[in-house]
């Protein structure tokens, strides 16, 4: 059964991933069993089941798949960083994720997450993480603590260079964040959150933007307004807020799952988180010449294609030690994560839509008379 498995596991994976594995240099130095089967079946134990080191090296060697020890498997995990990188990029090319920038500036992906080392004393940390689009290169990778001054998510806790593009979720959707990014000369495409960051009109007063995104009142009707972002000793910030209204459907899951998390919490919901639902708002700073609000709601749709993998990343994240000694091993480690969830999303749509036996074929079965 556990071959079994492993065998429909592969028929998912790029189709030269073996290939791949002897160009990026995976298995090199490898003195007796040179399988890349057997050596991401090895990588795996440790990153998507959380497996210590330790005890991924006696598991692989009682399975017969590997003979090393733990310090031999993490320098191979280092080894392996490019070849797992490589696998995410032509994954993530399968979902169709194409990013290009009118400007010439690089797409960079930021997020933050936490991960809990197993047992009852595990050490709790947050990763800071940003990720270039379409190369899926971690160019940035950061442990902090979960409490206290400065381990917060923050556009602060990445180095930010002029002409950087960058994507980020509601939670960076504050003043000192697009501030930061601006005084650096980046620009920025965040999920507003209403209520953490206060913006206004050209004449300094608060903007009425609810008002303003009632008016799209049919699915796909796109708005966009000028704003600016205060800051305290700091020129305001011009800004442009995009809209777009979400289909019947898409607004009445929205305003089940807040109903849901208000009566878990016994919150009353107020009447303009129930409004909010119904579109999908960004504020941004990329130069309007470039790029239509279309075009701005376009880029985050995309960057919600790798959101649908990094929330899988979230939940496998829990699992497994945390490699926090070099910054290679902690790359290496991340592309691991990244690749499980890959292949959990695929392993998820060919189960539920392509075929009723949840895998594609690798090769045409032979066709046998009946008489």
């Not at 002409?163 to 000369?185: C, E, K, L, N």
């Not at 919150?267 to 129930?274: D, K, V």
């Not at 929330?311 to 699992?319: D, E, G, P």
Request: charged share 25%; with cysteine.
């Amino acid at each position: 059964m556990i071959r079994d498995d492993w065998d429909v596991l592969m028929s998912l994976l790029p189709s030269d991933w073996q290939e791949t594995a002897v160009s990026t240099g995976a298995l090199k130095g490898l003195r007796k069993d040179k399988s890349p089967a057997n050596l991401l079946r090895t990588m795996l134990m440790h990153i998507g089941c959380g497996y210590s080191l330790r005890e991924t090296v006696v598991r692989a060697r009682y399975a017969d798949l590997a003979d090393l020890s733990d310090v031999a498997l993490l320098k191979r995990l280092r080894k392996s960083k490019t070849w797992l990188r490589r696998l995410c990029v032509d994954l993530f090319g399968e979902r169709g994720l194409h990013f290009g920038s009118p400007t010439g500036g690089r797409f960079r992906l930021f997020d933050a997450t936490n991960v809990k080392e197993p047992g009852k004393t595990g050490s709790l940390w947050r990763i800071h993480y940003s990720i270039c689009i379409p190369s899926l290169e971690c160019d940035h990778f950061a442990l902090t603590a979960t409490k206290g001054s400065g381990t917060g998510e923050s556009l602060s806790q990445f180095p930010v260079q002029e002409g950087d593009q960058i994507i980020a979720d509601r939670g960076y959707s504050r003043a000192t964040d697009i501030h930061y990014a601006a005084s650096h000369g980046a620009t920025v495409c965040i999920r507003l959150n209403p209520q953490a960051l206060v913006l206004q009109d050209s004449a300094g007063q608060p903007l009425d933007l609810i008002g303003k995104i009632q008016a799209l009142r049919r699915c796909g009707d796109i708005g966009h307004w000028p704003a600016v972002v205060p800051g305290p000793q700091k020129e305001a910030v011009p800004v442009r807020i995009c809209s777009v209204r979400k289909s019947k459907k898409a607004i009445e899951l929205a305003h089940k799952k807040l109903r849901r998390r208000a009566s878990k919490k016994g919150h009353e919901l107020q009447p303009e988180t129930l409004v909010w639902a119904k579109y999908v708002t960004v504020v941004t700073t990329f130069p309007e010449t470039a790029f239509a609000a279309s075009e701005v709601l376009e880029k985050y749709r995309l960057r919600w294609q790798v959101e649908l993998v990094f929330k899988r990343f979230k939940q496998i994240a829990q699992l497994g030690h945390l490699p926090k000694h070099d910054d290679e091993s902690a790359k290496a480690w991340l592309y691991g994560k990244l690749l499980t969830a890959l292949m959990a999303e695929k392993i998820i749509a060919y189960g539920e839509s392509v075929s009723p036996w949840g895998y594609k074929l690798t090769q045409a079965a032979s066709t046998k008379p009946l008489a």
